[in-house]
């Protein structure tokens, strides 16, 4: 993935505090129960009562039953994931096709686990892993957020990595959630129905940016036509 240069910048000691093995607790922490068990997700609802089926959920918002929010998330665009303020992995929206091959694998057993848990030990993963949290746990820069392209050589395929900081109603950190999308459908859509087009920028110190050398469609506001 492709980091943004402040993310870059920071100073690898300091980030690689991170705890991964959620070994804290936060506000909300289920305890006495075993992050790894595979079964955590049933012990922790049943120990914490929590709704299910059919229950109402007052949002701030609007008004769900558990049911309805787990359809609405399910079909949501994207991979969505959520891990608290102790980096314990906490939720993931299962898709709708079981045999649906997701760009960041999660499996049901996972949920609960440590954030070094659900993170392969290889290479610079857990330490990439550990600046973004790290980063948006201490809004580092004053981001809240951070963006991740992952270069992938054709421009059919646009996967893009986002994180955001979540925070409560007083502005405390309180986890991370993650969107997971190949976005090459939404800009396809977007291109064919505004007449734009895709185009890799030679010039670019990326290697792979799109511009724009057309005026303005006078009806739309938009570009009828992306520079070849």
């Given at each position: 993935?492709?980091?943004?240069?402040?993310?870059?910048?920071?100073d690898?000691?300091?980030?690689?505090?991170?705890?991964?093995?959620?070994?804290?607790?936060?506000?909300?922490?289920?305890?006495?129960i075993?992050?790894?068990?595979?079964?955590?997700?049933?012990?922790?609802?049943?120990?914490t009562?929590?709704?299910?089926?059919?229950?109402?959920?007052?949002?701030?918002?609007?008004?769900?039953?558990?049911?309805?929010?787990?359809?609405?998330?399910?079909?949501?665009?994207?991979?969505?994931?959520?891990?608290?303020?102790?980096?314990?992995?906490?939720?993931?929206?299962?898709?709708?096709?079981?045999?649906?091959?997701?760009?960041?694998?999660?499996?049901?057993?996972?949920?609960?686990?440590?954030?070094?848990?659900?993170?392969?030990?290889?290479?610079?993963?857990?330490?990439?892993?550990?600046?973004?949290?790290?980063?948006?746990?201490?809004?580092?820069?004053?981001?809240?957020?951070?963006?991740?392209?992952?270069p992938?050589?054709?421009?059919?395929?646009?996967?893009?990595?986002?994180?955001?900081?979540?925070?409560?109603?007083?502005?405390?950190?309180?986890?991370?959630?993650?969107?997971?999308?190949?976005?090459?459908?939404?800009?396809k859509?977007?291109?064919?129905?505004?007449?734009?087009?895709?185009?890799?920028?030679?010039?670019?110190?990326?290697?792979?940016?799109?511009?724009?050398?057309?005026?303005?469609?006078?009806?739309?506001?938009?570009?009828?036509?992306?520079?070849?």
């Amino acid at each position: 993935m492709t980091e943004p240069k402040w993310l870059k910048d920071m100073d690898r000691a300091e980030y690689l505090e991170e705890d991964f093995a959620a070994s804290g607790e936060s506000r909300y922490t289920v305890s006495e129960i075993d992050k790894d068990d595979p079964d955590w997700l049933e012990k922790a609802a049943a120990k914490t009562n929590a709704a299910s089926g059919d229950d109402y959920v007052k949002l701030d918002c609007g008004l769900l039953t558990v049911n309805q929010l787990n359809w609405m998330l399910r079909n949501t665009i994207g991979e969505l994931t959520f891990v608290d303020d102790n980096n314990q992995f906490l939720w993931y929206n299962r898709p709708v096709d079981e045999q649906a091959k997701m760009k960041a694998k999660r499996v049901p057993a996972q949920v609960g686990s440590s954030m070094g848990a659900v993170h392969p030990h290889i290479g610079e993963v857990i330490p990439a892993a550990k600046k973004v949290v790290h980063a948006l746990r201490h809004k580092q820069a004053g981001h809240d957020a951070v963006y991740m392209p992952v270069p992938t050589g054709n421009l059919q395929e646009l996967i893009l990595h986002y994180y955001k900081r979540v925070e409560d109603d007083e502005g405390h950190y309180v986890g991370i959630y993650e969107w997971v999308q190949d976005i090459y459908p939404l800009v396809k859509y977007f291109c064919e129905t505004t007449g734009q087009k895709l185009v890799i920028d030679e010039d670019a110190n990326t290697g792979a940016t799109y511009r724009n050398n057309s005026k303005a469609d006078g009806h739309t506001g938009a570009s009828t036509k992306v520079s070849d």
